[in-house]
């Protein structure tokens, strides 16, 4: 069995601030995937990483970033100098490499930036 | 190119009813996912579609629900009789290829409300 946790329910940090979210993911499987989601007010699920198992390079895209650490397990998402866009609802999910497509979420965290 | 994309946005019944949804996949996505979210909860997988094909229902609560694919385009989920505990927000979402490295790309959700 897998499982993701995102032991933050909610966040609110100011305008301008870091924020870190953090996700943590339990699989059995050697080989896996990691993504995150975003779900802004409107309500349709964003896709904006995936990462494979065998690939623990941390990745930045503006002021996004993401730090995959297999050793605790957990894939966390920072976004920098945050901006009142960036409030929604965000979702980590996992998949395993052997024929199981579907993705496995954790509650989500929801952000809220404050102006 | 059009996403995916889900109709109603909202439907509000009662319990006993019926409802329909529809989910209309990206076109050329063979590969179709219905997922729902209980308020709060994670997202849960409820089935995948291969073009008309169920390739796996394990994500499926009870027989009170019922998916189709006729023609392996669009994709209908029907509830009846629906019940207070199927009330949440019902994703679907479409990929090209169906592994599990590739990305899911979802539709806006249809909210339904069981009073």
């Known amino acids: 069995a897998q499982k993701v946790t995102q032991a933050q329910t909610e966040i609110s940090v100011v305008e301008k601030e870091d924020v870190t979210l953090d996700c943590v993911y339990e699989?059995?499987?050697?080989?896996?995937?990691l993504f995150w989601y975003k779900q802004p007010p409107s309500g349709e699920l964003v896709f904006l990483i995936r990462?494979?198992?065998?690939?623990?390079q941390n990745e930045i895209s503006g002021r996004y970033s993401w730090n995959f650490q297999k050793s605790t397990s957990s894939f966390n998402f920072t976004i920098t100098a945050s901006q009142v866009v960036d409030s929604a609802v965000y979702f980590c999910?996992?998949?395993?490499?052997?024929?199981?497509?579907?993705?496995?979420f954790g509650t989500g965290t929801r952000l809220t930036i404050i102006p | 190119e059009a996403g995916v994309t889900q109709f109603p946005s909202h439907s509000v019944i009662e319990k006993g009813q019926t409802v329909t949804l529809r989910c209309d996949p990206i076109?050329?996505?063979?590969?179709l996912y219905w997922y729902r979210r209980v308020m709060g909860k994670e997202i849960k997988f409820l089935l995948h579609?291969?073009?008309?094909?169920?390739?796996?229902e394990s994500g499926m609560p009870n027989n009170r629900f019922l998916a189709e694919r006729t023609g392996g385009t669009y994709s209908t989920l029907k509830v009846q009789p629906a019940e207070l505990e199927d009330s949440g927000v019902y994703f679907c979402?479409?990929?090209?290829?169906?592994?599990?490295?590739?990305?899911?790309?979802f539709g806006p959700g249809t909210r339904l409300l069981v009073l």
């Open positions: 076109s050329g996505h063979d590969n």
């Open positions: 990462r494979n198992s065998f690939d623990e």
């Open positions: 979402a479409s990929s090209q290829a169906g592994t599990p490295w590739e990305t899911q790309y």
């Open positions: 999910a996992l998949t395993n490499n052997f024929g199981n497509e579907k993705l496995t």
């Open positions: 579609f291969v073009k008309e094909s169920k390739q796996d």
């Open positions: 699989t059995r499987d050697t080989t896996y995937y």
